[in-house]
């Protein structure tokens, strides 16, 4: 494969599509997938097939394509026609209506509007193919500019130019710590080792959080190249992509995308003419949050339990196998060949002092518009709440907006104004996290939002250190007593304390963190934690006697069968 | 002899033994057949079930080393529904690793069951989204229904009710697996109807 192949694959992908004169795109992504989208696919394609036949045969004038993330996962299933008309909801007996419609009057009824905040004030630079291309045909990402980064990296550029250039952009890690990516492949390229590893953390854990998910279903090639350009830069020859085993239709494709590119020789040995090989696999997860932490994910990966180990020395020194390995998210993965395409400058453009370039973020909860959106750091939580989500569903009070998961924090309405990056969100007592942000309303308690956390935790604890197995379970034991409202001052001050001990003394990130959402609760909500103490009532008439006692909130049970399969062998075809 | 002698020795042994193993599959590669007698050195599968063959493929693929575990207990639970002994210990042996290591790594990961799954499983997600949403609702009313908890099944196997982390539908929040089927939006009465549904089919 030499540029000039590629730029021919390109040409040729874009002369088939020019033959459609119109153009139909399906949402093909999980949400959009349960809303059944792929019935609405089955009647789109009956229905111009049937009109194509009734026309006479010949030449097909409309394409029915399968596309990733559309962002509005309320509005689901949805369905774009040609350029300008989305519609919300669609049902597969409107697919005569939408075919009626092309190239004439859109269908009113079914409109979703795009001239508003949630589609004008995003910012695509991750996200810029989802929707618009097939993720299973590596022709369309190819079309699209896809892979020219990478070629871009290995003909033009040293591996020192490539890294210099990530570290001129600005990018942090997008898995939540927001360690400079520029510096950790500059350490793992110095790092001496005869074999050295890429990894791509996709073990995305928090609950609330599907940015991962989205970016990995509907536009697979993306991580791929970004994970090359990394292999090049720092010399690995070896990847793996750890996944959720709970994302078959990320893992389908991630599969047929890795098919797809070793075929096409941009994975293999000699990639592109050149003398880098690199060779990428997938790992499944098995269900385990701590794995998210990188010593952890790499014991997995190894095929041991995924319990973590103390740093230094650092996987960027001695990760899997013993070997130099750089691990990074999905996300960050993804925002690497735009960066070298445009330049580092362009993407330090994007963003604050700090935080540069856009975040992806999964906006959920009691908002309008759930579902995926990207905006440029900085954006406010006000725009972020009332602007691109629409306001509060239901006519609701705001309360609170969680981000972070389980690692986060509850920041109440003060913090509207505030610009989200990495030093704000940690300033106010959370942290920015993978990306899930999920709005909560009066009628949610935060003291129960706490217990949930940290009921979330003591379940996920790997039970390697001390601190963390046993503190989660008692910080668990004690606002569950207060959720029943059976707690006293003195338990709130254990709590405090317990807190302190946790953020010290734990092991790993897990642990450290655990106490953020008590902590971020005790410091803006502290008079519902008062009202449960003194007054024994829950303001949001949440609580109850039996509050916590569910067995939904003990930790799983091990021997529960668990296998859960959402739709192997559907999604799209290929 | 040392420790670590007795190690070396053991790894060159095992070394030259799966060297002996490629060389012959070659040749038989080579001639066109393929060794039709069973490889003394590995275990045989616990029954003479065709889907072992699957099981096998993937611990040969990961090649055969401890680092397959995982993997390979996935694909067992992918074929079977479940691990069991037999299965753990199998797989144990195949790959060199104590059974006790294989028991530990399928019981420290919530994904992989010691239990057989009912006919039909419900997985309700309890994520913070589905949780705010809803989700404690939709608990109360399975238990209500089937008097079993996340974790269990029902006693005549019908229904396995499972909790799950996140499933990442929070756009869709409350969601539940109903089978292979994502539902979103998911109200106790809809539960309750599917869950009647699946209880007055008979199969």
């Known amino acids: 494969m030499s540029p000039e192949e590629l730029e021919q694959i390109a040409e040729a992908e874009r002369e088939r599509q020019a033959k459609f004169k119109h153009r139909i795109k399906v949402c093909m992504a999980a949400g959009c997938v349960s809303c059944q989208s792929e019935g609405v696919k089955a009647a789109l394609d009956k229905e111009v097939a049937a009109r194509q036949a009734a026309a006479g045969g010949g030449e097909c004038d409309c394409e029915v394509k399968c596309v990733g993330c559309m962002g509005l996962c309320a509005g689901g299933p949805l369905v774009a026609v040609g350029d300008s008309a989305l519609y919300q909801h669609v049902t597969p007996e409107d697919a005569p209506a939408l075919v009626e419609s092309v190239g004439g009057a859109p269908v009113s009824r079914l409109v979703c509007p795009t001239d508003v905040p949630f589609f004008q004030k995003q910012k695509k630079v991750v996200l810029e193919n989802c929707g618009n291309i097939d993720p299973e045909r590596i022709e369309d990402y190819i079309a699209a500019g896809g892979y020219t980064s990478l070629m871009q990296a290995l003909g033009d550029m040293t591996p020192l130019q490539v890294i210099s250039e990530i570290t001129r952009s600005g990018l942090r890690g997008r898995g939540g710590a927001g360690y400079p990516t520029g510096l950790k492949w500059s350490t793992v390229s110095k790092a001496p ?52 085993a709970e994302y078959p239709l990320a893992i389908k494709r991630l599969r047929i995308a890795i098919k797809q590119a070793e075929r096409l020789g941009l994975l293999g040995n000699n990639i592109c003419g050149s003398r880098m090989s690199f060779h990428l696999d997938l790992r499944l997860g098995a269900g385990a949050f701590v794995c998210g932490e990188e010593t952890a994910l790499l014991a997995s990966i190894e095929g041991r339990r995924g319990i973590p180990r103390p740093r230094p020395p650092y996987p960027a020194m001695e990760g899997l196998f013993g070997q130099p390995t750089l691990i990074n998210n999905v996300e960050t993965f993804a925002s690497i060949a735009p960066i070298i395409r445009h330049g580092g400058e362009w993407y330090a453009q994007i963003g604050t002092e700090k935080s540069k370039g856009t975040k992806v973020f999964a906006l959920a909860g009691s908002v309008n518009n759930t579902g995926l959106v990207e905006v440029a750091m900085g954006t406010t939580l006000r725009e972020m709440v009332y602007e691109i989500g629409g306001g509060m569903a239901e006519g609701r009070q705001f309360k609170a907006v969680q981000t972070g998961g389980p690692s986060g924090g509850c ?34 308690c935060m003291v129960d939002v706490a217990r949930f956390f940290m009921d979330f935790c003591m379940g996920e604890s790997c039970g390697k250190c001390v601190p963390c197995r046993v503190g989660t379970y008692h910080m668990h034991g004690l606002l569950k007593k207060i959720t029943q409202r059976r707690g006293s001052t003195a338990d709130i001050t254990q709590l405090e304390e317990l807190s302190d001990l946790l953020k010290n003394t734990s092991l790993c990130g897990l642990g450290q963190s655990a106490p953020n959402p008590v902590l971020s609760t ?33 930790p799983p049970n091990p021997d529960a069968p668990v296998a859960i399969d959402l739709g192997s062998g559907k999604g799209g075809d290929q | 002899m040392s420790f670590v002698t007795a190690v070396v020795c053991a790894q060159s042994q095992h070394f030259a033994g799966e060297f002996h193993k490629l060389l012959l599959t ?5 001639e066109g057949k393929l060794p039709v007698t069973p490889d003394p050195n590995r275990p045989a599968p616990p029954s003479a079930d065709k889907r072992w063959k699957l099981v096998e493929a993937t611990m040969r693929r990961m090649g055969n080393s401890p680092r397959g575990l995982i993997e390979s207990l996935h694909t067992v639970q992918e074929v079977f529904g479940y691990l069991d002994l037999d299965a753990l210990r199998f797989v144990a042996r195949a790959l060199r690793v104590p059974l006790s290591r294989a028991y530990g790594v399928a019981t420290f990961y919530h994904f992989f069951s010691l239990r057989p799954p009912g006919e039909h499983t419900c997985v309700v997600c309890i994520g913070t989204a589905c949780y705010i949403k809803g989700a404690p609702q939709l608990l109360a009313a399975i238990k209500q229904e089937l008097g079993v908890v996340p974790g269990q099944t029902t006693a005549d196997g019908k229904v396995s009710v499972l909790g799950a982390r996140c499933l990442g539908s929070c756009g869709l929040a409350p969601a539940v697996v109903y089978d292979r089927d994502v539902a979103g939006k998911v109200t106790p009465q809809a539960l309750r109807d599917h869950l009647a549904k699946w209880k007055s089919h008979v199969s």
């Open chain 1, 193 to 244: 080792g005869e074999k050295k590893y890429v990894v791509c953390n996709a073990d995305e854990g928090d609950p609330g959080a599907f940015m991962d998910r989205s970016v990995l279903e509907s536009d697979p090639h993306r991580v791929l190249e970004g994970m090359l350009i990394a292999a090049f830069a720092v010399g690995a020859n070896e990847g793996y992509i750890y996944v959720r």
């Open chain 1, 411 to 444: 920041l109440p309405a003060q913090f509207l104004d505030m610009p989200v990056d990495y030093e704000n969100l940690a300033r106010a007592g959370s942290i920015m996290g993978s990306g899930g942000m999920i709005v909560m309303d009066d009628t949610a």
């Open chain 2, 26 to 30: 070659a040749l038989a590669a080579k």
């Open chain 1, 522 to 554: 005790l410091r803006y909500f502290a008079e519902e934690y008062k009202a449960h103490v003194e007054e024994h009532r829950c303001p949001a008439g949440v609580c109850n006697s039996e509050n916590g006692d569910d067995a939904a909130n003990e």
